[in-house]
């Protein structure tokens, strides 16, 4: 019989943001960053107590004794990353989670409720950030020296009850982005952009508000026939939005495109008769485009961004556009090229008339 014993503990889940992506795109680079990820990390851990349980790919699954330990640890993780990040051209953009409850050891591992809730928050940071529990809040919102901010009420996936989550504002974020203190989420993020404001008139600089971009996304053709529409209505209402994932659903005269992540492709084949399915296309990702108000006095600016995107080799697998909002459906491959090159405009780096 397995040996196993039960405590109390902090729980501290962390990854790279667009790490898969990354890998795909680039092997070495990216075995080369988290590398210097592990290197930087583990020292932080140690100097808190933290006792490093597991690595998975790029994440790492760390226990603490106190919740404070956890955040503190936390907080002085993300200052060494956010002062590495500085002196670097390509960034590491960590995310932490962390949660507070009953663990189980057995055979060098930890499980429980409390390993799974932490799991489930760290996705709903952005890179460079800490998201923790009510139940790690209750333990330190009077010992430490940040704001807590209050996100929006999350069902998390796989726990049965719902948990309020807070993000920790860190006192560098002020200098590096405008104030990200919100009550709502976004969904989950692979890489995010804010732009600084006043930029030129007239350019996509201008019109480019926000990027978001995901990956592990598959894009579902079928054929559009009478029953197509009650099957994907089922299908919608088991999307779980909370947690960020997407559905994007394109009809046209023959053929139907449904855009959604890749975990939920078996629930889409249950519901959807096989027949109907032309052609599933795996390892995509998107990049939801926010664009200003003015977008809609504007011509022209899908077209140059699709354009511009095709003369840098960037295939396209879908382009939907809902204004103000614009969606590029690419190959995961390309999808840190894409939003470089999107990026180009945001930042005003390449400035393009429209």
């Known amino acids: 019989m397995p040996r196993s014993s039960r405590r109390l503990a902090a729980i501290m889940f962390t990854d790279i943001v667009g790490y898969t992506a990354l ?3 680039d092997e070495q680079l990216s075995l080369r960053l988290l590398k210097k990820h592990r290197e930087i990390s583990r020292p932080v851990f140690s100097k808190y107590g933290g006792r490093e349980v597991k690595t998975m790919g790029d994440a790492f699954l760390i226990e603490f004794d106190s919740a404070l330990d956890a955040t503190d640890c936390a907080v002085s993780l ?47 940071a952005d890179g460079g950030e800490i998201c923790i ?25 796989n726990v049965a009850f719902p948990i309020d989550v807070y993000r920790v504002s860190l006192p560098w974020e002020a200098r590096e982005k405008p104030d990200l203190r919100r009550l709502k989420t976004e969904p989950t993020l692979v890489r995010k952009y804010t732009p600084a404001p006043q930029r030129r008139q007239d350019s996509m600089g201008d019109l480019v508000q926000k990027l978001t971009l995901k990956d592990r996304i598959v894009v579902i053709a079928l054929t559009n026939v009478p029953e197509i529409p009650p099957l994907l209505a089922k299908f919608a209402a088991e999307v779980d939005y909370s947690r960020g994932e997407t559905l994007n659903i394109v009809s046209g005269i023959e053929t139907v495109k449904v855009v959604t992540d890749s975990k939920n492709l078996s629930k889409f084949t249950k519901l959807v008769p096989k027949k109907l399915i032309l052609k599933v296309t795996l390892d995509a990702a998107e990049i939801v485009i926010s664009l200003a108000e003015s977008v809609l006095n504007t011509p022209g600016v899908v077209a140059t961004i699709s354009t511009h995107l095709a003369r840098n080799g960037i295939n396209l697998i879908e382009y939907i556009t809902c204004s103000p909002h614009a969606i590029v459906v690419i190959e995961q491959k390309d999808a840190l090229r894409c939003y470089e090159l999107l990026e180009e405009f945001a930042t005003g780096e390449k400035y393009l008339k429209v």
């Open 78 to 124: 993300q200052k060494a990353h956010y002062e590495y990040n500085k002196r670097v051209t390509r960034k590491i953009l960590v995310r932490v989670g962390i949660h507070v409850g009953d663990v189980i050891h057995q055979d060098g591992d930890v499980y429980g409720d409390a390993v799974n809730i932490a799991s489930r928050i760290v996705p709903l």
């Open 133 to 157: 529990s009510e139940q790690v809040y209750d333990q330190v919102r009077n010992k430490l020296p940040y704001g807590l901010i209050k996100l929006e009420s999350h069902n998390l996936r």
């Open 23 to 25: 890998s795909q795109r």
